[in-house]
């Protein structure tokens, strides 16, 4: 098969490997679409130092080998029996294990469930690691109910496109933040009621006066650098969701504002089996789709990733293989 493959010197080289050979319990599956996660750039930068090589990638869609069933991966590798955190063995497709960059894709036979009907082999891909960092983020560990308020941070990454869409689906009123207007009135579309710029020195308090004052229910925080900031948009008893760290991964807290509001700082990534049910049922309840900014062949893996790091991208960016 081809595969792209992460080696020493963090690029990615498209080659022809090995096909994966099932175990006991595992499957193969002929992929058609995979997508890509900032995680995936994570990996080929060495910041998280798996052996190499490693053929990256999490999300993807594609045939099942052996019963030509047309499947959805769903990339949380040994989570274990617990939901308020994975087991021990918790790891995620595409670092150390072998993902989705590739025609092919070995996985655990739990671990495939059918395509969305109504969605395209893009959409399919799109949506699996993405989705379920949001459904968690959002009802799981958040709680959020309907008619609360939800600010989702940095609108146009995968993650926050699909908060905003279960959120607006699930009746809670969305703001978003963003640095480009664009992006802003672009997640409006989706369901967002409104947004404001974070590059005004000012933007928590511009975001509580959207709530007349009041502040938001629930913060979904994939930046990491912005607690401070995302706590200062919370009523009290509000809850900041933290389930990412791309504007950095060290921040200062004013301790005293926290606990005296009786705010709670809450942190996840991926979800369990359980909460990937739960996304399939929103899938199905609803109308909305996955957000493709743009789709490219296997061996343009590279382009999409300048695309991601220069923060271009709206929505998913997918790779067709099949």
């Known amino acids: 098969m081809h595969a792209e493959i992460v080696r020493e010197g963090g690029e990615l080289s498209f080659e022809k490997v090995a096909d994966p050979q099932p175990g006991l319990g595992e499957v193969v599956v002929e992929l058609r679409t995979a997508a890509v996660n900032r995680r995936d750039i994570l990996v080929r930068r060495g910041v998280y130092p798996f052996s190499l090589p490693l053929i990256p990638g999490s999300d993807g869609a594609g045939i099942r080998r052996d019963t030509g069933d047309e499947v959805v991966i769903f990339p949380a590798l040994g989570w274990g029996e617990g939901e308020d955190a994975p087991s021990g063995d918790f790891r995620i497709l595409g670092g150390p294990d072998n993902g989705t ?7 655990p036979k739990a671990n495939v469930y059918p395509k ?31 008619n609360e308020t939800a600010l989702v941070l940095g609108a146009g990454g995968g993650v926050s496109t699909c908060a905003v869409t279960l959120a607006h689906q699930a009746g809670a009123r969305v703001l978003v933040t963003s640095s480009r207007r664009e992006k ?106 996955p957000v493709v900014d743009s789709v490219r062949p296997l061996d343009e893996a590279t382009a999409a990733h300048e695309r991601m790091e220069a923060g271009e991208q709206f929505g998913k960016l997918v790779l067709a293989i099949g």
């Open 184 to 289: 802003i009135e672009r997640a409006r579309e989706l369901g967002a009621d409104a947004g404001v710029q974070y590059t005004a020195s000012d933007w928590p308090d511009e975001v509580r006066s959207l709530t007349g004052g009041t502040g938001v229910d629930v913060v979904v925080d994939s930046v990491g650098s912005t607690w401070q900031e995302s706590l200062r948009c919370l009523r009290n008893g509000g809850r900041c969701v933290v389930l990412g760290a791309t504007g950095g991964e060290r921040v200062e807290l004013e301790t005293r504002p926290f606990y005296l509001a009786w705010k709670a700082l809450l942190g996840t990534t991926m979800g369990s089996p359980r909460d990937f049910a739960g996304l399939l049922e929103a899938v199905e309840r609803g109308k909305w789709r």
């Open 101 to 107: 960059y590739a025609e092919l894709v070995k996985v």
């Open 116 to 146: 969305p009907s109504r969605f395209s082999w893009e959409e399919a891909a799109a949506f699996p690691l993405a989705s379920l960092a949001a459904f968690r983020a959002l009802f799981s560990v958040g709680k959020l109910q309907a």
